[in-house]
């Protein structure tokens, strides 16, 4: 459901864009609905171009950016697959968050306070960039900051400066005003950003709508 | 020093007002700075009036309400000083967060992901009316909303819906508008709110401040 946002919005941008799956021949061929957007993949994918669907193993050597739109308990073995030389170099920009739904809801972290997604995703793989963002609302938002109105904020968390400024660019591009851009410090930080998932699935139900954000309002 | 913020607000709001502590006698003589605050309990104390200093055991039995503002990793203990009989029947307003500070900077936290220290105390005064708020912002924001510009949240988590409109009427008589007042759900929804805390803390870093507030943007 995530990378179906985030790819047309990567397309319309502009880049090439190559949407990794498990296995492309039985993703093309899913004709059951999903089950949380009530759309079946073949419709979906029938009524967007741009991009090439393939398995993780495929994607190109010199992709320069990788977007981990991944369920987060699977996240570390969708970028095995895609190769751990693939990744080195390259950015990780990481918008998973990793939740056992296997008690029922609401669901717990799998990960969380002495450590994180983001910064198992970083030791997995110590020669790639990840960059954590966008983890902290949904997916329209991430891709469509004017659904929500006034300011709101998306945070950054990453150990190297320049992945950051070159996620920092591309935020911008989909339409994040730079004074809403929050980098809150090294990969450590996301323990903090993905915390704030239990908060935000209870929004979604005090609020009736999973189309909010935070805005962090200052002195 | 959370106290010593709350106590002189709800003196001027015209309650009455005991201030609880460990060991009064103890508390009145200190007379070395306080971390925190830089001031002695001796000197803030001569500074203030119009409530009473008494250990928790002290607390008279006719308390309506009980604000927990102490720290999270002895709320229970200090709770239980109190005494389980004087908080039956009783709202508890659980304010406390409970960090762990043993490893260092960052703290991480005592309790969290399937279980909170809402539900804790919840759990251990089952006679109570457990509500839990304004534990996701600076003390001088609690206390004083217009300290930070524009709407901002207050969160509210607890299983009696009477003593949540008891609450949130002691809330809009601080000064938070109804509006910006969130009923979450129950108190199992605190773990969201106490999970907030360590992207709060990154925040206060990364903004060089701890005057600034979550705000929840709406579509």
């Not at 945070?155 to 851009?181: C, Q, R, T, Y």
């Amino acid at each position: 459901m995530v990378g179906q946002v985030i790819v047309p919005k990567m397309v319309a941008l502009g880049h090439h864009v190559f949407m990794g799956t498990r296995d492309a021949d039985s993703t093309r061929n899913r004709t059951e609905p999903e089950r949380t957007t009530g759309v079946s993949f073949v419709d979906w994918f029938s009524a967007h171009s741009g991009f090439q669907l393939v398995s993780y193993a495929d994607i190109p050597s010199e992709t320069d950016l990788f977007i981990n739109a991944s369920h987060g308990e699977t996240s570390i073995e969708a970028l095995e697959s895609v190769g751990k030389d693939k990744l080195a170099g390259k950015i990780i920009l990481d918008l998973a968050n990793a939740l056992d739904f296997s008690k029922g809801m609401p669901p717990t972290m799998l990960v969380c306070n002495n450590d994180s997604l983001g910064e198992q995703i970083q030791r997995t793989f110590p020669h790639a960039f990840v960059v954590k963002s966008l983890n902290t609302m949904n997916c329209t938002i991430m891709m469509d900051p004017s659904r929500v109105q006034g300011d709101h904020n998306v945070f950054m968390s990453g150990n190297d400066s320049a992945s950051k400024h070159i996620v920092k660019i591309l935020l911008e591009s989909i339409g994040w005003s730079s004074a809403n851009i929050i980098d809150l410090g090294d990969i450590t930080t996301s323990r903090g950003t993905e915390m704030m998932l239990p908060v935000w699935i209870r929004l979604w139900d005090a609020l009736g709508t999973p189309e909010f954000n935070f805005h962090i309002a200052i002195n």
